[in-house]
């Protein structure tokens, strides 16, 4: 809810009370224009500079540990829209209402991350009750969240209306547009309450934001690595959160940042399941007790029936991959950070660096987001001249391109090629081909290092 946004906003200006500066409103104006957005289209207004004034001027230590945040949640959500089969930018909306914080509540009583309130969770599967608030459950409420989108775009056909409906209610929307002064949100914005008159350019600023933050010179602050590496499991039995520290060592604050949806700091047992999340590297021993422990001697048929289905179920929710970069001969911590999307301090405090000097050769452990969160950077590494690149049989690039090639006489396998249309990582193009890694790549193109590739070159990609 945008009451919420505004306690967030005032929150980090009480905290970093910073003297405004003026922005550049037309090359903002110029950059809004120019992204593509599939939910709405990006415009200039004075209610959107507003909201962008708080993120980039006077709010921007909050935004930057909103940013961080962002690494927590995203993957997830890009999982569960992309299953929903609903357009990526529908994230920006969590933004929006609760600035990422998991345990967000406004004046009205909406919770979570997507702010629910609990008829309306409750209407959508979710449980809340003194034991369970699912409103805080990550997953479920995300789940639940793209649910209450794809019903309202259903309804209204449009965008911009169905998120209006997502703040105040479809009823009001409707009522609006029947006044007849028009059939979008824009036409219609001046018959809508004021919070939800200001929603739409809300998401838009927000969406502004994860583009352009870092042409703002703002720099998101990572999180914890525990909350960063996880794996969530579906637990079927009782389960204190006592229980789990002490079996895994982790601290019962850490557990319960990860798990807020359960009030009494423990899982009820259920035939349903609930789901669990702890960082990736204890996750065995959790899972080894709980086979060990399940209750199959239940004298109650129709519990062991039910029980008996797979107790734990494994959910990835890694949201970020660990590199293993070399050094070559000329690098930078402040280069790697640019080309990792991370800081210099991090790669020295994940390496254990006691200065900021590497030498070529030198082996660097880095943890890079997963998947699509790599776009940002991308845009960073072109204007980044002194990142040096590869070229390998360079080629005219249209459209992305992979193509067929026979198998290799001696090797006895076949492989594809993969033409470049922009300068990207090894990384990035690794993730494109699942079940293929980085030094695979690396060996197949005679290559040393993980380095931007130029657009136009055409790589040797195993074909599984």
């Given at each position: 809810?945008l009451?919420?946004?505004?306690?967030?906003?005032?929150?980090?200006?009480?905290k970093?009370?910073?003297?405004?500066?003026?922005?550049?409103e037309?090359?903002?104006t110029r950059?809004?224009?120019?992204?593509?957005?599939r939910?709405?289209k990006?415009?200039?207004?004075?209610?959107?500079?507003?909201?962008l004034?708080?993120?980039?001027?006077?709010?921007?230590?909050?935004t930057?540990?909103?940013?961080?945040?962002?690494?927590?949640?995203?993957?997830?959500?890009?999982?569960?829209?992309?299953?929903k089969?609903l357009?990526?930018?529908?994230?920006?909306l969590s933004?929006?209402?609760?600035?990422?914080h998991n345990?967000?509540?406004?004046?009205v009583g909406a919770?979570?991350l997507?702010?629910?309130?609990?008829?309306t969770a409750?209407?959508?599967?979710?449980?809340?009750d003194?034991?369970?608030?699912?409103?805080?459950?990550?997953?479920?409420?995300?789940?639940?969240a793209?649910?209450y989108?794809k019903?309202?775009?259903?309804?209204?056909?449009?965008?911009?209306l169905?998120?209006?409906?997502?703040?105040?209610?479809?009823?009001?929307v409707i009522?609006?547009?029947?006044?007849?002064?028009?059939?979008?949100?824009?036409?219609?914005?001046?018959?809508l309450?004021?919070?939800?008159?200001?929603y739409?350019?809300?998401?838009?600023?927000?969406s502004y934001?994860?583009?352009?933050?870092?042409?703002?010179g703002?720099?998101?602050?990572?999180p914890?690595?525990?909350?960063l590496?996880?794996?969530?499991?579906?637990?079927?039995?009782?389960?204190?959160?006592?229980?789990?520290?002490?079996?895994?060592?982790?601290?019962?604050?850490?557990?319960d940042?990860?798990?807020?949806?359960y009030?009494r700091?423990?899982?009820?047992?259920?035939?349903?399941?609930?789901?669990?999340?702890?960082?990736?590297?204890?996750?065995?021993?959790?899972r080894?007790?709980?086979?060990?422990?399940r209750?199959?001697?239940?004298s109650?048929?129709?519990?062991?029936?039910?029980?008996?289905?797979?107790?734990v179920r494994e959910?990835?929710a890694?949201?970020?991959?660990?590199?293993r970069?070399?050094v070559?001969?000329?690098?930078?911590?402040?280069?790697?950070?640019?080309?990792?999307?991370?800081?210099?301090?991090?790669?020295?405090?994940?390496?254990?660096?006691?200065t900021?000097?590497?030498a070529?050769?030198?082996f660097?452990k880095?943890?890079?987001?997963?998947?699509?969160e790599?776009?940002f950077?991308?845009?960073?590494m072109?204007?980044?001249?002194?990142?040096?690149?590869l070229?390998?049989?360079?080629?005219?690039?249209?459209?992305?391109?992979?193509?067929?090639?026979?198998?290799?006489?001696?090797?006895?396998?076949s492989?594809?090629y993969?033409?470049t249309?922009?300068?990207?990582?090894i990384f990035?193009i690794t993730?494109?081909?699942?079940?293929?890694?980085?030094q695979?790549?690396?060996?197949?193109?005679d290559?040393?290092?993980?380095?931007?590739?130029?657009?136009?070159?055409?790589?040797?990609?195993?074909?599984?």
């Amino acid at each position: 809810m945008l009451t919420l946004f505004l306690c967030f906003s005032l929150e980090t200006q009480a905290k970093n009370p910073t003297n405004e500066t003026e922005l550049d409103e037309a090359e903002i104006t110029r950059r809004l224009h120019a992204m593509e957005n599939r939910v709405v289209k990006p415009r200039y207004d004075p209610v959107v500079m507003s909201y962008l004034k708080t993120y980039l001027v006077r709010g921007r230590e909050g935004t930057e540990q909103m940013l961080g945040r962002r690494f927590i949640y995203f993957p997830l959500f890009e999982d569960v829209l992309f299953q929903k089969d609903l357009p990526e930018e529908l994230k920006a909306l969590s933004i929006v209402e609760s600035a990422l914080h998991n345990r967000a509540i406004s004046r009205v009583g909406a919770m979570g991350l997507w702010q629910f309130m609990a008829p309306t969770a409750r209407s959508l599967g979710l449980q809340v009750d003194a034991n369970i608030d699912e409103r805080r459950d990550t997953r479920r409420s995300t789940e639940a969240a793209a649910t209450y989108l794809k019903a309202l775009y259903k309804q209204f056909s449009d965008w911009e209306l169905a998120i209006a409906a997502y703040n105040s209610g479809s009823g009001r929307v409707i009522r609006a547009l029947k006044r007849g002064r028009g059939t979008n949100y824009w036409a219609i914005r001046g018959d809508l309450p004021r919070e939800t008159a200001n929603y739409v350019p809300a998401f838009i600023a927000a969406s502004y934001l994860l583009e352009n933050f870092e042409k703002h010179g703002l720099t998101p602050k990572f999180p914890a690595e525990e909350l960063l590496l996880t794996t969530s499991i579906l637990v079927h039995q009782d389960l204190s959160f006592d229980e789990v520290q002490k079996l895994t060592g982790v601290s019962l604050e850490t557990i319960d940042f990860l798990n807020p949806a359960y009030n009494r700091k423990s899982i009820p047992a259920s035939t349903r399941g609930y789901y669990l999340t702890l960082p990736s590297k204890v996750m065995e021993k959790v899972r080894v007790y709980l086979e060990a422990n399940r209750p199959d001697g239940a004298s109650k048929p129709e519990l062991i029936s039910s029980l008996n289905a797979p107790k734990v179920r494994e959910l990835p929710a890694t949201v970020l991959v660990e590199e293993r970069h070399e050094v070559s001969a000329g690098e930078t911590l402040a280069e790697l950070a640019s080309i990792y999307g991370c800081t210099a301090d991090k790669i020295m405090e994940w390496n254990k660096l006691e200065t900021a000097e590497v030498a070529p050769g030198q082996f660097l452990k880095i943890f890079r987001p997963k998947g699509r969160e790599l776009r940002f950077r991308i845009e960073r590494m072109e204007a980044f001249s002194l990142i040096p690149m590869l070229q390998l049989d360079p080629i005219q690039p249209t459209e992305p391109e992979i193509t067929t090639m026979a198998k290799d006489a001696t090797a006895h396998e076949s492989f594809q090629y993969y033409v470049t249309t922009r300068p990207e990582s090894i990384f990035e193009i690794t993730d494109r081909f699942p079940g293929t890694t980085l030094q695979d790549i690396l060996k197949l193109n005679d290559l040393s290092s993980n380095r931007i590739i130029r657009a136009g070159t055409r790589l040797k990609i195993r074909k599984l």
